[in-house]
């Protein structure tokens, strides 16, 4: 292995046949693979192995017998896509009666057991990794619904020679093991346990330590610039330097100075300097925004790539250079290329095949519990808010070195020797729902502003209560959100704005007018706080045409709901 660690990796293999335990235990012995037993010692020096049944899971019964001995904590999932266990052990439930009667539904019951199993290990542990397994072939190809949900795992066809099988399974856990080691060394970007991260974070693995560009894409405040100078910078080069350019802050006409360098009598003040190809030699140079670059400096760059060598303006001499240039964008860079702003073979030196794009954070809410976690460790970092934490602190009668816990959703208990921050009822519901144009960046704005606004009123109150809870207030967060988000641009007539989400509770009624009343009852009060209070702000989200204009439908439509302004700024 490339890095010694400290534990033996843990495997869990699940199969209802012994082929995959068996290859597992004769050529991947450097691994530890939970089991049912008591024993300690590895199966296979055991001389109970060849018959015994607890050394994998045959289903998801069994599964969940191994994950509670073992307290849910495991390295890597090995799951087999084909079962044929007898239906009273098949999942989901629901299925059994149905297929009990219909011989095809039973064989496709078995046929997708790998697949409902992929789900259920999805819902209940979400940030274990899977590696699927089939000896079939077609596998994904005949089926559309399998091809969706496999497309975000590491998939291995075993097939052929076992040697081989192991091999290509051993390369994809040992990434895995690799990753887990990693994380406690590198760099501090969050990538929490959503798909897309995950397979992001897999590609970057490969190709931040060759000499090939890297084309980062990503909404405003996803974290390029964190990710190029935490993620990549230590693995592509971590003995040389890191240096980042924010292309959209700099004049035009400075742009190719900085990047290139100059030399005495270029223009007019011109000195001799190095620019940041030069500073970042042997290093990582981030360029972020790198479509505001001018057409002739798009050339130049073009240049420098392809020769590897930097010149200075005002000079005919090329300094070589050796540098892991990573370039950043908001911007559609082939929509560029395609209207001729944008050079195609300055796009394609990027790399464009190699590309990977952060997804927004409406789209990995998942991760949401665990980068509050992240945000809030960080922010006590800080020596002023540690100060007002240990005030704090000091009501309770607590050690200023206590810890800060984050819980959303129901609280599961009091705590006496940690501050909780509990996000619940609307606050919740605000911070999932919000569209968080700003991504990680606002989020962060958002987050400390409130904790640090409520820390302050409570140490303002004195101590209530025996416990230290600080529940989040809705109305503030609100306001903060709405204040924090960027202003959307003008857009053309009659074309339609994004889409909004929000989370509704449906319960019984006499009618079902009485459902859609209450549906749009929960919809405007939370749009009412999202924001800010405003209704011309809500015009602006429900209505085409003049939000001024249109506030006082809104508040008529409001008022006919039953909603009361005070009551809502009051909770």
């Not at 199969?15 to 089991?35: A, G, K, P, Q, W």
């Amino acid at each position: 292995m490339a890095t010694a660690r400290e534990e033996p990796f843990t495997i869990l293999v699940i199969d209802d046949s012994e082929d995959y335990i068996d290859l597992c235990h004769e050529f991947l012995r450097r691994y530890r693979y939970l089991t049912n037993c008591d024993f300690n010692h590895p199966c296979w020096d055991c001389e109970l192995s060849p018959t015994c049944p607890l050394k994998h899971a045959h289903d998801w019964y069994e599964f969940e017998e191994i994950m509670r001995r073992h307290g849910g904590r495991v390295g890597v999932i090995l799951l087999d896509l084909h079962f044929d266990r007898p239906l009273d052990r098949l999942i989901p439930e629901s299925l059994r009666e149905e297929a009990a009667r219909d011989r095809s539904k039973e064989r496709r019951l078995k046929s997708r057991q790998g697949l409902y199993l992929l789900e259920a290990i999805r819902s209940r542990y979400g940030s274990i990794p899977v590696v699927l397994m089939t000896s079939k072939s077609t596998v994904g190809h005949d089926d559309p619904a399998l091809a969706s949900q496999i497309e975000e795992h590491r998939f291995t066809e075993m097939l052929g020679e076992e040697g081989v099988n192991a091999q290509a399974l051993a390369a994809k856990i040992e990434s895995f093991a690799q990753t887990r080691h990693r994380a406690a060394v590198e760099g501090r970007f969050f990538w929490g346990s959503s798909p897309a991260m995950e397979r992001l974070r897999r590609w970057l693995e490969v190709f931040a330590e060759g000499d090939q560009p890297i084309l980062i894409l990503g909404e405003t405040g996803t974290g390029k610039s964190y990710l190029a100078e935490q993620f990549i910078h230590p693995m592509a080069r971590p003995d040389g330097p890191f240096c980042s350019l924010d292309l959209s802050a700099i004049p035009d006409a400075l742009v190719a100075a900085e990047l290139f360098g100059t030399s005495r009598g270029a223009f007019s003040d011109a000195v001799d300097r190095p620019g940041r190809f030069e500073f970042a030699h042997h290093g990582v140079l981030f360029l972020d925004e790198i479509g505001n670059l001018s057409p002739e400096t798009q050339k130049r760059l073009l240049g420098v790539l392809q020769d590897r060598a930097v010149t200075r303006l005002g000079e005919n001499r090329a300094r070589a250079v050796d540098v892991k240039l990573v370039v950043a964008t908001n911007e559609d860079l082939e929509a560029r290329v395609r209207t001729g702003t944008f050079r195609a073979d300055l796009y394609q030196r990027l790399n464009p095949a190699a590309r990977i794009e952060i997804p927004p954070l409406r789209q990995r809410l998942e991760d949401l519990p665990d980068l509050l976690q992240v945000l809030t460790d960080h922010m006590f970092e800080s020596p002023g808010n540690r100060r007002l934490l240990a005030r704090f602190a000091h009501l309770f009668q607590l050690s200023e070195k206590l810890s800060v816990r984050v819980q959303v959703g129901s609280r599961r208990h009091l705590p006496t020797d940690e501050v909780l921050l509990w996000l619940t009822g609307r606050a919740e519901q605000l911070v999932k729902t919000a569209a968080w144009p700003g991504n990680v960046r606002q989020l962060e704005l958002v987050w400390t502003n409130a904790v640090i606004y409520q820390l302050a009123e409570q140490i303002a109150a004195g101590r209530v209560g025996d416990h230290p809870v600080i529940s989040m207030d809705a109305q503030l967060l609100g306001e903060l959100i709405s204040s924090s988000s960027m202003i959307e641009p003008e857009q053309p007539a009659g074309e339609p704005r994004e889409p909004q989400r929000f989370l509704v509770e449906i319960r019984p009624q006499k009618s079902l007018n009485d459902v859609s009343r209450e549906v749009e009852v929960q919809y405007f009060r939370d749009l009412f706080l999202r924001c800010g209070e405003r209704f011309e702000r809500m015009a602006g989200h429900l209505l085409s045409g003049d939000p001024a204009a249109n506030a006082r439908r809104v508040q008529l439509r409001f008022n006919n709901l039953g909603l009361s302004t005070r009551r809502l700024r009051g909770r």
